[in-house]
């Protein structure tokens, strides 16, 4: 009879109540909501950062411009480091042209074609062109 509590009384004390997994099951649950909703917190500094830094290139380009007396053509966030050849009054506007936050190079178009005389501008975290992520400067002037 001895051995038969003995041996119950370990078998109970070998595994977990129930209380003891909804506590841990409770525990794993707030940990994840707290790293996703970092993750989310992430992605705004990240757009933030992006949204910085199209402003910054937008005014080199106004700098650009005041020297030169326009925007350099497409393609042409380059003539902000590298004299283009074609501007009278060119200065080094700046030493390295940035990265997006997500490592790809910002875009730049001259006409712009969201209602302003150019767009500067990141594809965002999708890296696709034309999708609710990018990130331009159109959007600053809101």
Same mark, same amino acid.
């Given at each position: 009879m001895d051995r038969y509590k003995t041996a119950l009384r370990q078998s109970k004390q070998a595994g977990?109540?129930?209380?003891?997994?909804?506590?841990?099951?409770?525990?794993?649950?707030?940990?994840?909501?707290?790293?996703?909703?970092?993750?989310?917190?992430?992605?705004?500094?990240q757009n933030l950062k992006a949204k910085k830094e199209v402003g910054d290139l937008k005014? %080199?380009? @106004?700098?650009?411009?005041? $020297?030169? =007396?326009?925007?350099?053509a497409s393609g042409g966030l380059t003539a902000l480091t590298i004299n283009p050849g074609n501007a009278p009054r060119w200065r080094q506007y700046m030493k390295t042209l940035p990265k997006d936050p997500w490592g790809n190079d910002y875009r730049y178009l001259n006409p712009?074609?969201?209602?302003?005389?150019?767009?500067?501008?990141?594809?965002?975290?999708? %890296?696709? @062109?034309?999708?609710?992520? $990018?990130? =331009?400067?159109?959007?600053?002037?809101?």
């Open positions: 977990f109540s129930l209380t003891e997994l909804m506590i841990v099951i409770v525990i794993i649950g707030i940990l994840l909501g707290l790293v996703f909703s970092n993750l989310n917190v992430m992605g705004d500094a005014i %080199k380009l @106004e700098m650009y411009r005041a $020297d030169n =007396g326009t925007f350099p712009g074609t969201h209602g302003g005389e150019i767009d500067i501008y990141s594809l965002g975290p999708d %890296k696709r @062109e034309g999708t609710p992520d $990018d990130v =331009g400067s159109w959007q600053l002037e809101q």
